[in-house]
Each structure stands twice: as C-alpha cells, then as structure tokens.
C-alpha cells in the first residue's frame, strides 16, 4: 500500500512538470531544481514536492523500459515464427 499524497503536493508537482522537463528520478537534483524555485513556500512542502516528482520519473523510465522491453520479446516471438514456418517450407529429403 503506498502513501496518500496531499492534493496540492499533487498540483504543484503537476505545475512543475509543465514548466520544466528538466527533472530526473534523482531527489537531490530535484530538490535542488525547487529550490532555486521562488514558488515553494517552504523546505517541507519542497522535499514532498521534490520526492513525489523523483516518483513520477522513476515511473516513467520503468514503463519506457517494461515497453521496450514488451517490444523486444514481441521481435523475438515474430522472428521464431517465421524460422518456424521457413522449416516448415523448406522440403524433407529423406536418408
């Protein structure tokens, strides 16, 4: 079960996300972009902000990879089966 994140954690992450595409799933790197930020009222909302959008992006890279890695698997079912079907094609000469 995950952690109930605040609505306007939510928003401002969300806000941040259009702004700037900059942000990665490191939360150091994250927090630092924010704070360079006027917009944050304070160091605990920052950390929120900052961890939730580390969340978001770690998210992200993990379902660019699942994909990827769906497509892979999918190259290699279609190769085999054409292997296959060239066997099948391909005549038996008897011994």
Known sequence: MG???QKMI???ARDF???D?????DFEHDKQLLEQSEAMPGKKVRNKVAGYLARLEKAKLNAAAKAAKRAAKEEAAKAAAEKEEQEKERPQYEQ
């Not at 595409?21 to 799933?25: I, K, V, Y």
């Open 17 to 19: 996300l259009k702004e």
């Open 10 to 12: 939510k928003n401002a």
């Open 3 to 5: 952690r109930i994140k």
């Open 21 to 25: 595409h900059s942000f990665t799933p």
